[in-house]
């Protein structure tokens, strides 16, 4: 951690913190001198990533929430705020990718499943944080949503549905925060790998055996890839600097932006 760097002093708020994302992303604003408060389910998975933030001189606190349950999300913002002072950053990340089959195939209870996680959860956050950041004079905002919240991909009609509705939320709360001083902006990021994400969703695509993709994993694969104008997959480490950006004062002027991860279009 440098001794000065963009974030010191700030606090920042991660959701999904236990994750790949979320995680890198808590370790970039820990360098750059950010109190970081990490959140998730995940009670094992945060006492890593905090050991590791702690590890390399970061400050880093970490808060078991359930992002689905309203009260409970009151109750973590309330902590934080208590040990922090506020909240200057939220990046509300946590997310669900659901199953691989088509519209008609699709089970219900597992779409009701991603809408709770990624669509109600993504509001609890951004609901209870920007209460408080009214009260402190403002503060920035990134939601994750994804490039399958801007072109549907087949057979994810739950993942695409709930992504759609966090950029949606994004635009709408930007508007109404704007008066506040706390902007509110989105990262939409294409396929991300190498890794469990990458590998997971190759497979399921390949075992849905549509017309868009092949059976065989390293076809579907070659195929997933070839729809993403760079020709390649975005790197986690390519994430935490954009957010960070949209958290700086660089990007003070931006909100109701969504930003596309690797050029990609799914």
């Known amino acids: 951690m440098t001794a000065e760097g963009r974030f010191t002093g700030k606090t920042l ?3 999904g913190a236990a ?10 604003f820990a360098e750059e001198g950010a109190n970081v408060a990490l959140v998730d389910i995940n009670e ?3 006492r890593d990533a905090v050991s590791k933030i702690r590890g ?8 078991v929430c359930d992002a689905t349950d309203a009260r409970a999300v009151d109750r973590v913002v309330d902590e934080i705020v208590s040990r922090s002072g506020q909240i200057d950053f939220l990046f509300n990340n946590a997310g669900y ?5 088509p519209m008609h195939e699709y089970p219900a209870d ?4 991603v809408i709770d996680i990624n669509v109600n959860g993504v509001f609890h956050f951004l609901q209870a ?22 072109q549907g991909p087949p057979n994810m009609a739950a993942y695409a549905a709930s992504k759609f509705a966090v950029i949606g939320l994004t635009q709408t709360a930007s508007k109404d925060l704007a008066p506040y001083n706390i902007r509110v902006n989105a990262i939409s990021p294409a396929f991300m790998g190498p890794g469990f ?7 399921l695509q390949a075992e849905v055996r549509s017309q868009y993709f092949s059976a065989d994993p390293k076809t579907a694969a070659e195929q997933m890839i070839k729809a993403v104008p760079m020709r390649r997959l975005g790197g986690i480490a390519e994430i935490p600097g954009t957010v960070a950006f949209l958290m700086s004062e660089d990007a003070s002027y931006i909100t109701g932006v969504n930003i596309p991860i690797a050029g990609g279009i799914l």
Do not use: P, Y
């Open 13 to 15: 708020m991660v959701t």
């Open 19 to 28: 994750g790949n994302i979320g995680f890198a992303t808590a370790r970039r």
């Open 44 to 46: 094992e998975g945060l």
């Open 56 to 63: 390399g001189n970061g400050v880093a606190t970490f808060h």
């Open 97 to 101: 990718q659901g199953l691989f089959c």
């Open 110 to 113: 597992d779409f009701r499943t």
């Open 129 to 150: 944080v920007a209460a408080h950041m009214v009260t402190t004079g403002g503060g920035a905002i990134v939601n994750t949503a994804s490039m399958a919240g801007v």
């Open 197 to 203: 994400m990458w590998d997971r969703q190759v497979k």
